[in-house]
């Protein structure tokens, strides 16, 4: 086989591995959009967030100890103490659980009724409101984040591809970690939302909330808990790309690659938001691969987003979004 | 909200059609007319007019500028830095002389005035403005959002890739030359700060008048129109195609011509990645959310809040309390976010709304009616 070739096949491989990691941040904006109708664009800082604290508690940080020490002239920077990684995703996720109840006592519940368009403007002040406050409770600096997901080139897959093929692929551990968890992932959430008593109350609330209010529905509960969902798919994302790039601010940017993601596969559908971030994940690396040399690289700042506006100029509501019918 | 006061009659239509029905209130704009052209000019410094004044006056072109796209159109567009890169590197070129190579023969134009290059810069960003809100008329909503994007991204990666953008410089940067009008020079090391700020002004104030007028009139109208209900705006004969695209063509000529000015007389170098990111544009979104949507009154009361908070800012913590610079710049970022989630709770309709209730307010204190 032609070189070329296989390396098109490797780069097709490490497009859907990466696909699969914009899907799990797609995968937070649906659950919120579905259930709420916001559009929330602090998904991505949530998950920035999440890891921060995570590196923060398992290496026994002092929150806000920047702050501290710029008030009280002290010098407090850690507590001494490692918590062990399980116990350190407990706790975050309690964080988590918080940060979505206040999200939704002190903005949210205060906005109900309001434009789609007043509700995502809100959620971009979040966006920008979290990110200061994550650094100032955690600090800037880039920081590693290691829970014991393994990591490095599959040595099982480089040894029968190059049995196979006579070229080695390089696959890297972690990226096939990640596609297993998001699977998972996905199918407890569907599982969830079509047959526990919460995920149908979950669904009565996206369909219509006056109507799930009066059937005894509270709507307060099924809020926070659909934000404390997006806050674990959150703290699942922020997990997977902090083991592989370090948790720093350019994690929260992933969130804007996971908004093509969304469109490609429509705002309300969760095997969308899965299909949509393989094929932009695929499509972005190959075309990286195959254009851009000619044009001088770093296509993959862009791509997505043409792809995804070429894409809705033909089918308006995306791949699997509900066909939007329009009244006067 | 009331447009007429007791005792103040109209005796004819083109008095009754006034930009400003009350007197009052037009009183209060010749007066900040007159302060603003005939008494700061002679009052300010190099410090204010680089860190409050050239920012705020050329933040409040791009802000009137997105505003009728988003405030008076209803299309909301995440791609304002990349149309102000576009002005820039538009402005650039007219500035140095625009060269065409056909053949391997480099044909070049004589540099044009620089008064003249923004305001062609503001051309240019016009019709790249309309090519991106082709798809507009398909996408709505927070997909056309997301799809502005796109606008964004591509036109920041092709500035940075394409070399004919910065004359094939070394670095990639684009810097504005030595630049004069009427003899005085208005870009470039020594221009005068009071001339930079003149130069701004004028293009804010006929600008804003034009926003203003063009509001009022029939196309105002059916911008609102395609805002409010597009379908039912249709139907009652409002073309959709003339209306979103000139809303983007005027959107982006005025935020063209405020990245020109961003570029040739704030800046005066630019590294486009740096400069016109997204962060631009979430920046000028948030001058025109806090404002007010929908009002020429908010994009400078949101522009002026936004320039003034972050110096404000770092006067108070960084040269007052002695803290870190890294801290107060995210404790900015806190405290604007946090800002406009409170602005959205109490008032969705800005600080142009906050304003208007104050007015009125006023108007009839100490009594309840």
């Known amino acids: 086989m032609p070189e070329q070739l296989l390396w098109g096949m490797e780069v097709f491989m490490n497009g859907l591995m990466a696909g699969v990691l914009y899907a799990l941040v797609a995968l937070g904006f649906v659950l919120i959009f579905k259930a709420s109708g916001i559009f929330n664009f602090s998904q991505g800082v949530m998950a920035l967030f999440a890891a921060l604290t995570l590196v923060g508690i398992m290496e026994g940080r002092v929150p806000f100890s920047h702050l501290i020490n710029a008030v009280f002239g002290t010098s407090v920077h850690h507590f001494g103490w490692n918590v062990p990684a399980f116990a350190a995703i407990l706790l975050t996720m309690v964080v988590m659980v918080a940060l979505a109840w206040m999200v939704n006592r002190f903005i949210f519940r205060h906005l109900v009724g309001q434009e789609p368009i007043i509700l995502f403007m809100a959620t971009i002040g979040l966006a920008y409101f979290l990110e200061g406050f994550g650094d100032i409770m955690w600090g800037s600096d880039i920081k590693k984040l290691d829970v014991g997901l393994p990591q490095g080139i599959n040595g099982f897959i480089d040894e029968i591809t190059f049995n196979l093929l006579g070229y080695g692929f390089f696959i890297d551990n972690l990226d096939l970690w990640a596609t297993f968890i998001a699977v998972l992932l996905v199918i407890a959430l569907v599982m969830f939302a079509q047959y526990s008593k919460h995920g149908r109350a979950m669904r009565a609330v996206a369909d219509d909330h006056q109507a799930a209010l009066s059937v005894g529905i509270n709507l307060n509960f099924i809020w926070v808990m659909v934000w404390s969902l997006a806050g674990f798919v959150a703290l699942v994302a922020g997990i997977m790309w902090g083991t592989k790039s370090g948790v720093q601010f350019s994690l929260s940017l992933i969130a804007l690659k996971a908004l093509p993601v969304l469109m490609l596969g429509g705002f309300t559908s969760i095997p969308g938001a899965i299909v949509g971030g393989l094929i932009i994940g695929v499509g972005e690396k190959l075309f990286e691969f195959i254009v851009g040399p000619m044009v001088g690289g770093a296509t993959e700042n862009w791509f997505a987003y043409v792809l995804a506006l070429i894409f809705l100029v033909f089918r308006p509501q995306g791949l699997f979004g509900e066909k939007i019918i329009e009244r006067v | ?369």
Not at chain 2, 116 to 135: D, M, R
Not at chain 2, 337 to 353: K, R
Request: hydrophobic letters at 55%; proline letters at 4%; aromatic letters at 16%.
């Open chain 2, 1 to 369: 909200m009331f447009y007429r006061e007791a005792g103040d009659f109209k005796t004819s239509y083109p008095e009754d059609g006034q930009t400003f029905p009350i007197k009052l209130d037009r009183f209060g704009f010749f007066a900040v007319l007159f302060i603003g052209f005939a008494v700061i000019p002679f009052v300010i410094n190099d410090y204010w007019v680089n860190s409050v004044f050239l920012p705020f006056l050329i933040y409040a072109i791009a802000a009137i500028g997105l505003n009728i796209l988003v405030g008076y159109c209803g299309q909301v567009s995440l791609g304002t830095g990349g149309f102000m890169a576009v002005g820039a590197y538009a402005c650039y070129k007219f500035m140095t002389g625009l060269d065409i190579w056909i053949g391997g023969v480099q044909y070049a134009l004589p540099p044009i005035n620089i008064f003249l290059s923004v305001i062609l810069a503001g051309l240019v960003t016009a019709f790249v403005g309309v090519l991106f809100g082709l798809p507009s008329l398909r996408i709505k909503g927070f997909y056309l959002a997301v799809a502005t994007l796109a606008a964004q991204f591509f036109l920041v990666w092709l500035f940075n890739k394409w070399a004919w953008a910065y004359n094939y410089s070394a670095s990639g940067q684009i810097s504005a030359p030595e630049r004069s009008i009427f003899g005085m020079n208005v870009t470039g090391a020594n221009a005068d700060p009071w001339v930079a700020y003149l130069f701004c002004l004028v293009f804010l104030a006929g600008l804003a008048f034009m926003a203003r007028n063009l509001t009022r009139g029939s196309m105002g109208r059916k911008w609102m129109a395609i805002r409010d209900m597009d379908i039912a705006a249709e139907i009652i004969g409002v073309d959709p195609l003339k209306a979103k695209l000139s809303a983007f063509a005027v959107s982006s000529f005025f935020i063209g011509i405020s990245g020109a000015l961003f570029f040739s007389v704030y800046l005066g170098a630019v590294e486009v990645g740096e400069v016109f990111g997204i962060n631009k544009s979430f920046l000028v979104l948030f001058m025109v959310i806090i404002g007010g949507l929908g009002s020429i009154f908010g994009a400078f009361a949101g522009a002026a809040f936004l320039v003034l908070l972050p110096v404000f800012l770092k006067n108070t913590l960084v040269g007052g309390l002695g803290w870190p610079t890294d801290l107060a710049a995210h404790l900015e970022f806190m405290i604007v976010g946090g800002l406009i989630i409170t602005f959205l709770v109490l008032e969705p309709h800005g600080l142009a709304q906050l304003w208007r209730i104050i007015k009125e307010k006023l108007r009839l204190w100490p009594f309840p009616h």
